[in-house]
Nanobody, 127 residues
Framework: QVQLVESGGGLVQTGGSLRLSCASS????????MGWFRQAPGKEREFVAA????????AYSDSVKGRFTISRDSAKNTVYLQMNNLKPEDTAVYYC????????????????????WGQGTQVTVSS
């Protein structure tokens, strides 16, 4: 079992920045691809960003490309989501996710591909 704990959410004005963190603990004998998703009220959970288990390969949704950056620090078992130039439409609960993978080049971009989820952290962008 893998536990994921997000932090770093909050209230920010349009154009501001936040950095989300996702600390993982639990099974250490697998390699995990990691992702960030978000869910706004009344909407389905949507993909935001993903990274392969060794880092270096990333994927982003079109809506955040160029503004958000995903990274990971394997020594700290932590994944980050740096969010810049935030917009009101970025307001949502942000979830961290993890999936065991066999290949280092794997980057996963759908909710169905992920096995573990955090509890979420609220991001609110005021206009």
């Amino acid at each position: 079992q893998v536990q994921l704990v997000e932090s770093g959410g909050g209230l920010v004005q349009t154009g501001g920045s936040l950095r989300l963190s996702c600390a993982s603990s639990g099974r250490a004998n697998s390699n995990y691809a990691m992702g960030w998703f978000r869910q706004a009220p009344g909407k389905e959970r949507e993909f935001v960003a993903a990274i392969n288990y060794v880092g270096g390969l990333t994927a982003y949704s079109d809506s955040v490309k160029g503004r958000f950056t995903i990274s990971r620090d394997s020594a700290k078992n932590t994944v980050y989501l740096q969010m810049n130039n935030l917009k009101p439409e970025d307001t949502a609960v942000y979830y961290c996710s993890a999936a065991p993978v066999a290949l280092s080049i794997v980057v996963l971009t759908t909710t169905q591909q992920y096995q573990y989820w955090g509890q979420g952290t609220q991001v609110t962008v005021s206009s």
